[in-house]
């Protein structure tokens, strides 16, 4: 067994290792803005939050976020242990194979890749029917909506190239006025009162088991997803070690508190009684409703504009996330060398964002020919197919967690190591069970539910299955592979 070696502070040393270190000016507020950017809250206040309330039949969607939170900021404690630990930007592959092995390792890598790029191309659909409605809205134009998804994708293929930073940038400004545009219908609704005042009900841990509670909590973790991209830009960070914890920490606290902010003020502004059901009657245009009934017309026309930018804003944060993951990946040997390459001037992996962009070219195309409705099916089936494959990571992770440090850091405080890794995994898996119990619903219908979940399940096997074949036809290479990584006390990497 060999010990673990860092990519981004090694040296080159032959065909397939980087050429040039990545941009290292990324602080905790860049990272947090590419992570909230990724959750795009404008899009979750207009699309997620009204489903939590039609779905669980309850007011009580404040305390689903709270919840998820709690849940959230405990696997953050393993998490963020393991960012020290284990110094590598491939997150939760690159955890799972420090405690379970390289197999798991690299069938989480798989099913990691599968999840994202399926978000990634169900953000475009959605991407290009928001921007297809507001240029027939204002424009008087009436257009498909691949025709703005693949001008958007131009556009994000040119960012995704050059350095982080300029991403980040963009990121930043779309995220403070998405940003403002909530906060500024929150505060109109509170400030006057709302259809019958100020109520508790929304608050009341007894309201939140009326109807059905797994549905409204199971939307309330969707609305999370993109948050444990904060590791994935380590490589790029100032001080990955202070930076990470920290911008993973204040990621979940502000996302969270946004979104239970928002819920409730929603909860008022319809009124908490009938918020499950003039939710479910118009979920699409709750908050747009809102913002003209509390703020005014001009405000409802800057939600409706935004939440194109605020879309725009998540499917760059994606892009640059699958473009790193595929980097570290080919670092450890289980994709070809040349996506680990770093451009010389942009310090960015840009080869490897090149590919993610074809990719997404591809995939898109093929929906296209297969005729699929890019809300009903491509949106809806793929965001719900990534939220389900990134708990299933979450909650490996976890376990590798507890493993990790039973293994090689057995001095380790408890509550890190143990306790706060059980506690997550018991949350999440609550979660999972929930989702994949009322994924039909997720989805659409049961056999799309079968395929994608049989689908998820393939992705992770194969990997697996193809990392132990290398293992017993090729044991050379195999020693090679994930071997780009090292722990904080040179601790030997599993096998």
Known sequence: ???????????????????????????????????????????AACAVLPLVFALSGNAAAPLYFLSAVVVLCIF????????????NAGAFYSYVQA??????????????????????????ALLGVSAAAVVDQYLGLTVDWWVPAFAFLIVVALLGYRDIEVSAKVLGVALVLEALVVLVIDIAILAQG???????QPLDPSHAFDGTPGLGLMFAFFAFIGF???????????????????????????????YAFTSYSIAIGI??????????????NVVQNLATQYVGTAMEDAVRILLVTSVFACVLSFHNVVARYQFNLANGKLLPGFLGEV??????????????????VVVLVLMLLLGLDPITEVYTWFSGA??????????????????????????????????????????????????????????????????????LAASFVIGAVVTAVTRARRPDRYAELLENRRTTEGRPSQD
């Open 1 to 43: 067994m060999t010990a673990y070696s860092d990519p981004q502070t090694a040296e080159p040393a032959g065909p397939g290792e980087k050429t040039a270190l990545l941009h290292r000016g990324l602080g905790v507020g860049s990272i947090v803005f590419m992570v909230i950017a990724a959750v795009a809250p404008l899009g």
């Open 76 to 87: 953050a404690v393993g998490f963020t242990l393991m960012s020290r630990r284990v110094q």
């Open 99 to 124: 405690g379970l092995g390289k197999i798991s390792g690299a069938g989480t890598a798989s099913l990691a890749l599968v999840s994202y790029y399926l978000l990634l191309i169900g953000l475009y």
């Open 194 to 200: 709302g259809v019958s005042g100020f109520s508790a």
């Open 228 to 258: 444990e991209a904060t590791a994935v830009f380590r490589s790029e960070a100032t001080n990955p070690t202070r930076t990470i914890p920290r911008a993973t920490y204040i990621a979940v606290a502000l996302i969270g508190t946004m």
């Open 271 to 284: 009124g908490a009684d009938g918020a499950a059901a003039v939710s479910g009657a118009d979920p699409s």
């Open 343 to 360: 451009h010389p001037k942009h310090r960015a992996p840009s080869h490897s964002s090149v590919v993610v962009t074809v990719m997404s």
């Open 386 to 455: 990534a939220t389900l494959g990134v708990i299933a990571l979450m909650a490996l992770t976890s376990i590798s967690v507890i493993a990790f440090h039973r293994r090689y850091h057995a001095d380790t405080p408890l509550w890190g190591s143990v306790l706060a890794p059980v506690l997550s995994l018991i949350g999440l898996g609550f979660v999972l069970y929930m989702i994949v119990r009322n994924f039909d619903l997720l989805v659409g219908t049961n056999a799309a539910a079968t395929a994608i979940l049989v689908a």
